[in-house]
Every structure is written in structure tokens, then in C-alpha cells.
């Protein structure tokens, strides 16, 4: 028997799921919930879509949701639902606290020179 492997609570695909499409024409559906589980546990690993492991179904499944999702705006709604907020900001700072610098930057060849 295949060990079910489940990212999210039932309270929170209960808020998710009347979010999902329905009504899709084609071959037999693959349980959303787990495509979701077998997505999110891709995103984590940072693993080929290739290597997802057979629990969340054939790996070309949860890619393909994961892409179509995506182009629909699907994910921004699921987050919105599970957390509250769409996470747009209306604007971000990008810093950077060091810049890298050859080891020579600092002077020619053999040093500072002497003063006169």
C-alpha cells in the first residue's frame, strides 16, 4: 500500500479547494491534492521534475498542474486563501552589503608606491 503523503491539513485544503478547476475534459483525474503535495514537495527539494518521487503521481502531472496553474494565477489565490494577503508589496529595496573585488584592486603590482 503507497504511504500517503499530504503537505497540507485539512483545514487548509479546505480552503483551497473550491479554488481548483473542475469540469476538465480528458484522461482520469490525479487526486488535487496530492498533484499539490508532490508540487510543493518538488519546490522544497529543488529537484528535477523528473525525480518526483511515484506518491504524488506520474511526475509530467504535477508539472504540467503546477505550469498551468501558474499562467492562470492560481497560486497567488491559494495563497491569498491559506494566508490573508496576496503577497504583492508595492515596492521592494534591493542592497548590497559588499561588493566583490579582485585581490589586487587595491594598488599596482608590488604595493602602494613610496611617498617623496
Not at 469540469?23 to 523528473?50: E, N, Q, T
Request: proline share 6%; with cysteine; hydrophobic share 35%.
Amino acid at each position: 500500500m503507497a504511504k500517503q503523503v499530504r503537505w497540507l491539513s485539512d483545514e487548509e485544503w479546505a480552503r483551497i479547494e473550491p479554488l481548483l478547476p473542475r469540469g476538465r475534459k480528458g484522461a482520469h483525474r490525479v487526486d488535487d491534492r496530492r498533484v499539490i503535495s508532490g508540487i510543493v514537495h518538488m519546490l522544497k527539494s529543488g529537484a528535477r521534475w523528473r525525480d518526483c518521487p511515484p506518491e504524488f503521481g506520474p511526475y509530467t502531472t504535477v508539472y504540467n498542474r503546477f505550469n498551468r496553474w501558474s499562467r492562470q494565477g492560481l497560486w497567488l489565490q491559494m495563497f491569498e486563501a491559506l494566508t490573508g494577503h496576496n503577497g504583492i508589496f508595492d515596492g521592494a529595496a534591493i542592497d548590497a552589503t559588499h561588493v566583490k573585488a579582485h585581490r589586487s584592486a587595491a594598488g599596482a603590482k608590488g604595493g602602494p608606491s613610496p611617498k617623496r
